[in-house]
């Protein structure tokens, strides 16, 4: 009986040695359609390897900020992670070219610029050991502030979020007058509650779940900057997956990608309109009032040019979005 169990015991052992656990972290909130839809990839890759490949997410920025995420991708203690553009500059830096404040008018012109970018940010992302498993446009940004604005000017004795460990970008917003406070993504709503911050830039639907809106209860009508979202999974993890499986799951993650595109854009109006019932003013804008955040971004992205953006990718952006 002993020798059986010992048996059943190896032969159990074996084949859950075989069986590959990915663990994936991300800053999106569970009950969050971003969330669901790691959720929903997980389930499909589950099924498409035959249960040989199973994902554990992570999720809420419980295991860190996105640059902390990409930090334990290198040490083995994470294998993926969904960022956004913010986490993929620290594994390829010229996703820095899509931060610029207004220049992006619309869905067109951002999949122009990424299209043409995206075969060297993938070789980039590879070199440095992680595979880009999808990439598209989670949304735009626009600002949520304690007190009404309505002119660029409004923010000057404001406390402005920025990126921690992006301090290149916090330096241009110093360098145009205005106070900000590096802090992790994890820290927003503590950071609003106590004082330390009046106003950040975020995408509606992260408002939301965070609650961030219930503090920074104005939201400036104006598309201020956008936002995209990329899986990345550790190389070394990709590749001890059976190659035979690798063409399905890169099936998965492109359909992912068409579903997020549209599943984003009413996702934005969906949580405008919920923010609004909770208390959300919404302010609009006149064509003056707009004219001058056109000013204030024409004087601040020169500066970007060489400082946080490569001169020759600077240069690059622009002549692609002009042809």
Do not use: C
């Not at 986490?87 to 951002?110: C, H, Q, R, W």
């Not at 949520?144 to 979020?161: A, G, N, Q, S």
């Amino acid at each position: 009986m002993k020798k059986t169990f010992l048996l059943f015991f190896i032969i159990f052992s074996l084949l859950e040695a075989k069986k590959i656990t990915v663990k994936f972290a991300s800053l999106a909130p569970e009950g969050t359609v971003w969330n669901d839809m790691l959720i929903e990839m997980k389930q499909e890759w589950q099924t498409a390897t035959e249960n040989k490949v199973r994902i554990k997410i992570y999720p809420g920025g419980i295991l860190g900020d996105e640059r902390d995420m990409v930090r334990n991708m290198r040490i083995g203690r994470l294998h993926g992670a969904g960022l956004t553009t913010e986490g993929l500059t620290e594994l390829a830096p010229d996703f820095s070219a899509f931060f610029l404040p207004m220049v992006y008018k619309n869905e067109d012109d951002i999949y122009k610029v990424l299209n043409e970018l995206l075969p060297d940010l993938e070789k980039t992302i590879e070199s440095r050991g992680a595979k880009l498993l999808y990439i598209a446009n989670l949304g735009w940004a626009y600002w949520f502030t304690k007190e009404i604005i309505k002119r660029p000017d409004d923010l000057l004795d404001k406390r402005i979020f920025t990126w921690a460990g992006n301090y290149r970008y916090a330096e241009i917003y110093k360098r145009a007058g205005y106070s900000v406070v590096p802090l992790a993504g994890t820290e927003i709503l503590s950071s609003l509650q106590t004082g330390m911050v009046d106003a950040i830039t975020t995408m509606p639907l992260y408002a939301l779940a965070g609650q961030s809106f219930g503090i920074a209860n104005n939201m400036l009508d104006l598309k201020w900057g956008f936002l995209l979202a990329g899986i990345v999974i550790d190389l070394n993890t990709w590749n001890s997956i059976p190659e035979k499986y690798h063409t399905r799951l890169m099936e998965i993650s492109n359909n992912m990608q068409k579903k997020s595109m549209e599943m984003n854009r009413k996702a934005e109006l969906d949580a405008i309109n919920a923010m609004k019932s909770y208390g959300l003013k919404v302010q609009t804008l006149n064509q003056e009032e707009i004219d001058a955040w056109e000013k204030r971004a024409e004087e601040i992205i020169p500066i970007l040019r060489g400082y946080t953006i490569p001169e020759n990718l600077f240069d690059r952006v622009f002549e692609i979005l002009k042809n």
